[in-house]
């Protein structure tokens, strides 16, 4: 869990103290500017943020180190991020209309979805990616867009 304080992001352990929780690590340095999404892999392995920085960082939740910083996903904000159930692949979505899977363990991009409709095409469908999430059973993918739309993907035609 993250708790934001003056646009810095701390660790939260699941403990609480009383009424108050325990920070137990603090991790700076890893971005040059505001982090907009944290996830945690399903595994418990990883951390991934993203940043407005335009970067994504993995960060190893055991060595408390970030061992990859995803720099030329996106040109715009990248504003959220997820693991596949199976901790295999991190999703990322930006402000540059695009989202990336990358496969955790090679560390490489193996899919961008760019401005992907299978309806009539029209300027903007992915306009602002704001938010990723898989489903319960990994086989779909539901992005939400800055222009009030949802996309669902079926994941088994991606991965």
């Known amino acids: 869990f993250f708790f934001f304080k003056q646009k810095t992001a701390y660790e939260i352990s699941a403990c609480l103290v009383g009424s108050e929780m325990c920070i137990r690590d603090s ?4 971005h040059s500017s505001s ?3 944290v996830a945690f892999s399903p595994n ?15 960060i190893d939740v055991e ?13 715009d904000y990248v504003r ?6 199976n901790s295999r692949y991190l999703v990322t979505g930006s402000w540059d209309s695009s989202i990336c899977i990358v496969d955790i363990e090679s560390r490489k991009l193996i899919k ?3 401005n992907v409709n299978t309806e009539a095409p029209r300027k903007g469908y992915w306009e602002g990616v704001n938010s990723v999430a898989f489903s319960a059973d990994g086989k779909h993918l539901a992005v939400g867009c800055k222009d009030k739309t949802v996309k669902i993907i079926n994941t088994e035609e991606l991965l």
Not at 45 to 57: E, F, G, I
């Open 63 to 75: 060595k408390q180190t970030r061992i990859e910083c995803f720099n030329s996903l996106h040109t």
């Open 35 to 37: 982090v907009y999404s």
């Open 80 to 85: 959220t991020v997820c693991f596949s159930r």
């Open 112 to 114: 961008r979805l760019e």
């Open 27 to 30: 991790f700076n340095g890893i």
């Open 44 to 58: 418990g392995k990883y951390l991934a943020t993203a940043s407005r920085d335009n970067t994504c960082s993995l």
